[in-house]
């Protein structure tokens, strides 16, 4: 035997008031409907719940032996319509997330947000090259990325967040540390921190614009490849690098960030499946959201 939650309900509601006009109120429906249910349900079970009389409403025998099942299941269905609503809100639930070292502090604002708005939400977050990101984008393996200077891949929707102002790393070492302020021209004859070509081609490339339209081509440093090829070529390379203050590396220890005069920019993205919004799940929804509400400058 199925039982109808909302029979159940009306059946407890009216159970506790033992009063058909209070319990409609409660209900939010008329006296003649609450009696149809009430009704319907002593029909599925095949006995009478209350015993009425133009005075009075009470539980039968076997009304009061049912009512502490049905009070459970009530409470159960509410328990599951209250743990629904929150996940289809984007309010509980888990979180795949990417982020690229390229926009560390954006992301732990955004993720600071996020955890406060929606504390039931278990982010499960992979720290990788933006290239990197894109490809797992594309093979379902994370919801969300945040990254930077990425480039096209099918299946794969690159969002522009934010342009921020690049800055010039050195060393505390180097010649330049001294300086508060570099044009991109006066380092023509600097070698560059580029990154792994496998996951930063998008970073590299913009390097190579930037310094192209400061009139010459930039000379690359040691080899590229590895997770902290680029911070090494920097802090112990002799290498001057482009990164903006939402970078990891503006917190490594011997480095030194330099404003770029006349300023330049490099973007900040969000990086999600191509497929229709609707396939992302609630909290992932919630997460681009703010995301890009941060990029209007609405929050964080």
């Not at 133009?54 to 299941?73: D, F, I």
């Not at 269905?77 to 929150?86: G, L």
């Not at 590229?224 to 090494?232: L, Q, V, Y």
């Not at 609630?282 to 509400?293: D, G, I, Q, T």
């Amino acid at each position: 035997m199925t039982f109808d939650p909302r029979l159940l309900r009306s059946f407890v509601v009216l159970a506790d008031e033992l009063h058909f006009g209070r319990a409609a109120e409660r209900l939010h429906v008329s006296q003649p409907a609450l009696s149809q249910q009430v009704k319907r349900l002593e029909a599925q079970v095949g006995f009478a719940l209350f015993a009425r009389t133009r005075r009075s409403v009470e539980l039968t025998e076997a009304g009061a032996a049912m009512l502490a099942p049905a009070r459970a299941a009530v409470e159960a269905t509410r328990a599951a319509e209250d743990v629904a609503r929150t996940h289809a809100r984007g309010e509980q639930g888990e979180l795949a997330l990417g982020l690229s070292p390229g926009v560390h502090y954006l992301a732990q604002r955004l993720l600071a947000a996020f955890a406060h708005e929606r504390p039931g939400v278990r982010v499960r977050a992979r720290q990788d090259g933006t290239g990197a990101l894109v490809r797992q984008i594309a093979a379902g393996e994370l919801e969300l990325a945040l990254g930077s200077c990425a480039e096209p891949l099918a299946g794969v929707t690159v969002e522009p967040l934010l342009e921020e102002p690049v800055v010039v790393a050195v060393a505390a070492s180097h010649p330049l540390s001294k300086r508060a302020a570099v044009a991109l021209d006066d380092l023509s004859d600097q070698r560059f921190a580029l990154v792994d070509p496998a996951d930063g081609a998008g970073y590299n490339r913009a390097v190579h614009r930037l310094c192209r339209r400061a009139g010459f081509e930039p000379s690359a440093g040691t080899d590229a490849h590895g997770p902290m090829a680029w911070e090494t070529a920097v802090r112990a390379g002799g290498c001057v690098g482009l990164t903006t203050r939402s970078a990891a590396v503006s917190s490594a220890r011997d480095v030194q960030l330099l404003a770029l005069e006349p300023p330049a920019r490099l973007p900040a993205q969000l990086l999600l499946p191509a497929a229709p919004a609707a396939a992302l799940r609630p909290a992932a929804r919630a997460f681009a959201a703010l995301a890009r509400a941060a990029s209007a400058g609405e929050r964080v």
